[in-house]
């Protein structure tokens, strides 16, 4: 009979020493301090880890304490000799090109790629516990390179969805849009922070996180990582919608409203479908970093042409409430219902804090940033950065266009571009970066339904095998012929990106981050005297259970506690209200006098 480990600790007759790794230490002398051990207990059953350990919920909160400290120790030693070794960065062009290039210590992990195809190997043909934890940790950390100054680029290139920020001032005024826009990036500058630090206090390479459901599962259980996984591909589908619907409302102006919207739809959800095929994101860097240029451009065209032409009426008058052309007015404050673009009244502010949140959504993918950096505890610096950066992008961008176009600032800002050409130019860079949108909006998210739903649930097989492979291609085109269904039904961006941003955006970015650091403040309140794990014996001792506990832990830092719990129910009903008027927008937007475009009809929002 087969030796058995304890929980948590790899057997020692496969750990060579090392004086410098603590795991390494702790696990040379368990023979030491506890001879006979394994003997003694064969009952107690061995544990794996790595990505087979992900998603165990057998692993208790305590186990993911005791290694996340472990590994912020190991991170802090490694990286300190990363900068001694790479020296001062006096120099401002190096500083910069360090930031964002693979860096020194890429070349100085080199040496690690070469066991991990023999771990992979490994471990396919025997158990995962054959795997020291010496090699495991190699593959591991070889494969986190990034700094933060490339998580920087990376938040920005998320998140910076700069076009929409216009239709903001025009719904609430000047004041009201530089407030909301700096409130509530500072409150994603705050979820952002809170993610972080879940992360590093429940992340190791023992027990790794790559995913947004993947706290949950610590911190709730393997019920709400389900809900969390189903929430997020949900978002992600309908976001594929919204890009979709943009594409085509783009393709049918340079058409110049000559074929039927529903049609221009079927030709934009064919060339999805036909990219579905495509089952890997694999060495598709540079299709994002020509998007970001993409951008720039098209960003510097509707500048220039918002100081110095006129406006394409039609494009307004076709896709929002306002019936009649009036001279160009802008207001400090709320403007009239007569300027309003969606819906009057009250609703119309949550509905721009419906389309501001959407612009801010991107925290869905922190977990994952941090998952690739090298130093995780480095990570709030690239994101606060980013945020800084843009929340200025979208008050410069949204209150120069809106000073210059006012009410017709509309949510499609490049289809009032004028004149003709300028606005083509404008439309095709829309169209080839909504392109990529699409794209990589589809893979992740349909990715996501298949892991979680298909492979969990009803247990299909892994998306690399031949017949995952053949799933894939089946399921795929249901996935775009949906999205077909969602966007011709609701074929006006405006009112969909609302209604998304109050429903899941807001969630996502504000109330789901901030829930998992209040459960997770709460766990580590609660914790007791002589209450932990034992690595030496893989037990874990936890003295009571219940709401006693949890009121034990929430009183802790109530000081804490009491304002998160406040800022979660204050997202919750920031959500329920921009949802509120986001259906309220699109039944004006399809009512009498608003837009052009019909249900599954051939009426264009562009003319």
């Not at 003997?39 to 544990?47: D, L, S």
């Not at 401002?92 to 360090?98: A, V």
Request: glycine residues 8%; hydrophobic residues 45%; contains cysteine.
């Amino acid at each position: 009979m087969s030796a058995v480990v304890p929980i948590g600790i790899p057997h020692p007759s496969t750990v060579e020493v090392s004086n410098d790794d603590p795991v390494l230490r702790a696990n040379s002398i368990i023979e030491e301090k506890h001879p006979g051990l394994i003997e003694r207990h064969p009952e107690i059953r061995e544990r794996t880890w790595g990505l087979a350990a992900r998603t165990d919920p057998t692993v208790s909160i305590f186990e993911y304490f005791y290694w996340a400290k472990v590994e912020r120790e190991i991170e802090q030693n490694e990286n300190r000799k990363y900068i001694e070794s790479r020296g001062k960065m006096t120099n401002p062009t190096r500083l910069i090109t360090d930031r964002f290039s693979k860096g020194t210590h890429h070349e100085a992990n080199s040496e690690a790629k070469a066991p991990t195809a023999e771990i992979t190997s490994k471990s396919s043909k025997e158990d995962v516990m054959a795997v020291t934890d010496a090699e495991w940790r190699t593959a591991a950390r070889a494969l986190r390179t990034a700094g933060w100054g490339t998580i920087f680029y990376l938040v920005t290139t998320d998140i910076l969805g700069w076009s929409s920020s216009p239709a903001v001032f025009a719904a609430v005024g000047f004041g009201p849009g530089v407030a909301l826009f700096v409130i509530f990036g500072a409150a994603a500058g705050f979820s952002g922070w809170s993610l972080w630090k879940v992360y590093i206090g429940l992340d190791s390479a023992r027990f790794p996180m790559i995913s947004f459901g993947d706290p949950y599962l610590r911190l709730f259980g393997p019920r709400w990582r389900h809900c969390i996984n189903f929430a997020q591909a949900l978002q992600q589908f309908l976001s594929v919608c919204v890009v979709i619907l943009g594409n085509a409302t783009v393709l049918d102006q340079m058409a110049k409203q000559k074929i039927c919207f529903a049609v221009v739809i079927v030709i934009i959800t064919v060339v999805g479908i036909i990219s579905g095929f495509v089952r890997t994101l694999q060495r598709l860097g540079w299709m994002c970093n020509l998007s970001v240029w993409l951008n720039v451009a098209n960003f510097i065209i509707i500048m220039y042409a918002a100081g110095n032409n006129a406006i394409d009426y039609a494009a307004v008058l076709a896709s929002t409430i306002i019936t009649k052309v009036r001279p160009i007015r802008t207001f400090a404050s709320q403007p009239p219902d007569m300027y309003q673009q969606a819906t009057p009244g009250f609703a119309s502010q949550f509905g721009a804090v419906g389309t501001m949140v959407y612009a801010y959504a991107g925290a869905l993918l922190f977990v994952a940033f941090m998952a690739e950096m090298r130093h995780p505890m480095d990570f709030w610096k690239g994101m606060l950065c980013a945020q800084v950066f843009i929340c200025f992008t979208y008050i410069l961008f949204g209150a120069y266009v809106y000073s210059e176009w006012g009410q017709y600032a509309i949510f499609n800002i490049n289809t009032v571009v004028q004149p003709r050409a300028l606005q083509t130019a404008g439309n095709a860079l829309t169209l080839i970066t909504g392109w990529f949108a699409v794209f990589l909006y589809a893979n992740v998210g349909l990715k996501t339904v298949y892991q979680e739903v298909f492979m969990e649930i009803f247990k299909f097989p892994p998306v690399g095998t031949k017949k995952g492979g053949w799933c894939w291609y089946i399921i795929s085109p249901i996935y775009w012929s949906l999205a077909f269904v969602v966007a011709t039904g609701v074929p006006n961006i405006q009112g969909l990106v609302s209604f998304i941003g109050g429903l899941f955006a807001l969630n996502f970015t504000y109330t789901f981050p901030v829930l998992l650091f209040l459960a997770y403040s709460i766990q580590r309140g609660a914790v007791q005297d002589g209450e932990g794990f034992d690595p030496y014996t893989g037990v874990t001792t936890q003295h009571d259970f219940g709401m006693k506990r949890l009121s034990r832990g929430f009183m802790k830092k109530w000081y804490i506690n009491v304002p998160v719990t406040l800022f979660i129910l204050g997202a919750l009903a920031c959500s329920g209200m921009s949802t509120w008027a986001a259906i309220e927008s699109l039944i004006s937007i399809f009512g009498p006098n608003g837009t052009n475009a019909t249900h599954f009809g051939c009426g264009s929002p562009t003319g």
